[in-house]
């Protein structure tokens, strides 16, 4: 694996004219050449398979107002190895794509759908988290439509925001491009309508709001034969700690004290409801189990591969 640090372009670190700017205290990335990077996972009659778009380190200069003592104990290093995730939902008629990871030279999701043998034109619905750029760059190459096909959905309140910010050029440019491919929907709690009458059988997809990293950040809830598995986006950016304790905000999030709120919400859903996470920072596999412990946090346990879903993830 290419192992060259190279400084890393997120619209995410900040708001406005800054929204491409770089931040090289916070978040790295470690190198591309992750073609093949690929689990899969079982849900009910369907597979869910995790892609890692790229490797990344989060520094503990991105929490706002960090316990000390948390991250003396659990980040020593100053550091926790992280990834920037993607997830593909394969269903009998579909696929379903869960953000697009960085894109350009640092991302690999489109890579690896070439090696699961799919096509960018066999994407037929792209889900959208939230319209930071580590999740939207792979929808574009220069300014050009890598998912022509793709019906992509997005949380009415999330467009809104971005377009109120012209100088936001990553997001913009992605408006811009799928103005005709874009679904926005509204928070209602309740299954979004992705598929024809007799196409979505084996699966439902719910939406919840998950407001504060940005105001429309949104979690998918996958529903198939009475599994679930929650994608949550960015409710967390350091599982290690941010478990531990959930009140700790990172500098990304639009509104610090409503992204804790959302993450304790949706830790509690998870935990009552036993449901698996997945997110777009959780160490690649990137999907965990989380259980209340007595000190007020969450203890995680990372979901292993199932080994049916690994050889069925492979095919086209």
Do not use: C
Request: aromatic share 8%; charged share 25%.
């Amino acid at each position: 694996m290419l192992k060259i640090i190279f400084a890393v372009l997120f619209s995410f670190l900040v708001i406005g004219k800054e929204a491409d700017a770089a931040d090289k205290s916070s978040q790295e990335i470690l190198g591309s050449g992750i073609k093949g990077s690929i689990e899969s996972y079982k849900v009910g009659d369907i597979v869910v398979i995790a892609i890692k778009d790229t490797d990344t380190n989060m520094g503990k200069s991105i929490f706002l107002e960090p316990d000390a003592a948390i991250i003396k104990r659990l980040m020593s290093e100053g550091n926790v190895r992280s990834s920037i995730n993607t997830f593909l939902i394969k269903t009998a008629k579909h696929n379903i794509l869960v953000d697009t990871g960085i894109g350009g030279s640092g991302g690999a999701t489109h890579d690896n759908l070439v090696y699961l043998g799919i096509d960018p034109s066999e994407i037929d619905i792209i889900l959208i988290t939230h319209m930071h750029n580590d999740h939207i760059g792979g929808l574009l190459f220069g300014k050009d439509k890598i998912y022509p096909k793709a019906k992509v959905y997005i949380a009415a309140p999330e467009i809104e925001f971005w377009q109120s910010r012209p100088s936001a050029i990553a997001a913009n440019n992605v408006l811009a491009a799928y103005t005709q491919n874009i679904v926005p929907f509204e928070f209602a709690n309740k299954a979004l309508p992705l598929f024809a009458k007799g196409e979505g059988d084996d699966i439902e997809i719910k939406v919840m709001k998950a407001a504060g990293h940005t105001p429309g950040h949104s979690a998918f809830e996958v529903i198939s034969k009475k599994e679930h598995l929650l994608i949550a986006g960015d409710i967390v950016h350091n599982i290690t700690i941010q478990t531990a304790e959930p009140l700790m905000s990172v500098t990304f999030d639009t509104d610090p004290e409503e992204a804790a709120k959302t993450r304790e919400e949706i830790f509690d859903y998870a935990q009552k409801n036993k449901i698996p996470i997945a997110g777009m920072h959780i160490p690649f596999g990137g999907i965990v189990s989380i259980q209340k412990n007595k000190q007020g946090g969450y203890d995680f346990t990372v979901v292993k591969t199932n080994e049916d879903a690994q050889q069925k993830g492979g095919e086209k």
